[in-house]
């Protein structure tokens, strides 16, 4: 079949395969532990849901335009105003079908064939392909001492004659780690040196543990908003818990910003109407919803990071955001790919290969489900890793008995 180049370069979602897989061993009523999910499991807040339900009830489903409707763009413009003490217009923004939109549209709108977009190992599983969709070539970058935290020596290394960008996200998914205050503003000021794009993926600034504060990229930016390279990339998906609502945005300077419209607009024109007002009713209405998930998570954290600990020979650095983290199972088995099947056939736990994320040995997992599940799922993981633990297992009714080490 003529399937096209660029579509052969697009490798399959090995979350979406293991979700699968995943789903068919449930039906078979297997009793299946996920800690491969990358949403959180609460409500999305009620201010969210009146919203979206008002515009519902007027039957009157249109067309928006393709930035967003104006109530969105404001409500993202007193958000940036609010945590980043910066003060854009509405042509700086513009309103996506989720994070991953914005920052679709970004690259379409920056690379030209064949330019280079560097990031830091371990990524989010969707920078390489994205950056392969819009023609470009992913480049990324592993920090040499194995941390997760990379330095500006080593991405300037990367950075070439043909790199158009630079793409951080932190707090990280997989590892999440937050980079550091000084890290920021060096990749900042070397991102404005060298004149090349900055995408900042803000996902998770929000959910941030231990009274940390998330590191605001403005302070480090010397140059005005028009002719900044910077672009801010955030969405209500993970902090408000309204990830199928699928809306995200970008705040940059305003040619950016209108190139990203127009290939939009032909693209998918604007976001799901209902789906934008329910953003608004998130962003303008009561927050207390994102302090009682940030608080589950902080504590979801530390009961799945005390349970990784007591594994002989796991080592795991402490997220300080997030609801990943990424621990080294490497004195285990180094191929996270058979690492993650094997738990899934054998102890039915979903996890998500390091692989996927530029860095082997290692599996994501996350602490966004029920401290029974981090805890059971652990408890499972060790069982089927850790020679010390005891032998038999309990699989609901099921009796397991070790017998593959
Ligand atoms: C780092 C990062 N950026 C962007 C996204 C995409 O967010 P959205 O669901 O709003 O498209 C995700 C989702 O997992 C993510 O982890």
Redesign the pocket.
Known sequence: MSISQLARSISESVTLKLNETAALLREKGEPVIHLGG??PKSRAPIDAIVSCTAVLNTGEIRYTPPDGIPALKKAIIRYTEEHYRKLVSPDNVIAS???????MVALYAILEPKDEVVFPAPY?V?YPEMVKLAGGVPVPVTPEDGSFHPRIEEIAEAVGPYTKAIII?SP??PSGVMYSRDFIAEVVQFCEKKNIWLIM?D??NRLVFDGKTPVNCYEFVTQPLDSSKLIL?N????MYAM?GF???WAVGNREVIRAMINIQSQQTSGPSAPAQWAAVGALNGVQSSIESLRMTLENNRNVMIERLRAIDGVKVVKPDG?FYCFPDFSAYMRDSNKLANLLLEKVRVVTVPGKEFGMEGHLRLSFCGTVKEITEGIERIQWALDPKAPNELYLGTRKLVRDWL
């Open positions: 990358g949403e079908n989720g994070a991953k939109q914005a920052i989010w969707s996200n990280n998914n993926d996902t998770y990339i969405c209500v998906s993970k990830t699928r809306i995200g997030t």
